[in-house]
Antibody, heavy 119, light 113 residues
């Protein structure tokens, strides 16, 4: 079973760039038609899809975040990453990396990582 | 964007009794391949979500058979045939037919009465 683990700073200053990495284990990031997504959950709230990338580099982003988001895949490291620039307090959330087939999009989840935007 | 509307938003159920959660989409979720890409997730307190069902009614490996999914088009239902204590948490539906963006329901909180 595919396992995912997020890593990155837990504290980011306003206006800076949030950068997270997801390491995929027990499976290849290049296998099949899987897509690799980032999803976030604001404190005590529901789930918000940020975007995904296929191992080919083809991406899709939530229009509400598109101007600030980049998701990329590093097949040599079996990792994918999230960059969200110009962050504000509204970007404070738990960030999850996920993987899933191209149809259902989301199957496997990482444990999530708390990111707080504060000076 | 496709809006996913869950009801009820909270549910209090006696152990062993059934539970049902509705998820309605603002557009039909039937994809060009004939599948409805509707997932159900369970998020237990303090944990990350776990997928229970995909394509509306296909149970994931290891998911107890008391969980079942049904529906097509715009109306979908998650049923738990007999609630157990470990089922406490928040349940989300998610559509992956029309994107971007992939969208989630607001979540339904299940507690034991």
């Amino acid at each position: 079973q595919v396992q995912l683990q997020e890593s990155g700073p837990g504290l980011v200053k306003p206006s800076q760039t949030l950068s997270l990495t997801c390491t995929v284990s027990s499976g290849s990031i290049s296998s099949g038609d899987y897509c690799w997504s980032w999803i976030r959950q604001h404190p005590g709230m529901g789930l918000e899809w940020i975007g995904f990338s296929y191992h080919s580099g083809s991406t899709s982003y939530n229009p509400s975040l598109k101007s600030r988001v980049t998701i990329s895949v590093d097949t040599s490291k079996n990792q994918f990453s999230l960059k969200l620039n110009s962050v504000t307090a509204a970007d404070t959330a738990i960030y999850y990396c996920t993987g899933g087939s191209s149809g259902s999009k989301v199957e496997y989840w990482g444990r999530g990582t708390q990111v707080t935007v504060s000076s | 964007d496709v809006v996913m509307t869950q009801s009820p938003l909270s549910l209090s159920v006696t152990l062993g009794q059934p539970a049902s959660i509705s998820c309605r989409s603002s557009q039909s979720l039937v994809f060009s391949d004939g599948n409805s890409y509707l997932n159900w997730f369970q998020q237990r307190p303090g944990q990350s979500p776990r997928r229970l069902l995909y394509k509306a009614s296909t149970r994931d490996s290891g998911v107890p058979d008391r969980f079942s999914g049904s529906g097509s088009g715009t109306d979908f239902t998650l049923k738990i045939s007999g609630v157990e204590a470990e089922d406490v948490g928040v349940y989300y539906c998610m559509q992956a037919t029309h994107w971007p963006p992939v969208t989630f329901g607001q979540g339904t909180r299940l507690e034991i009465k």
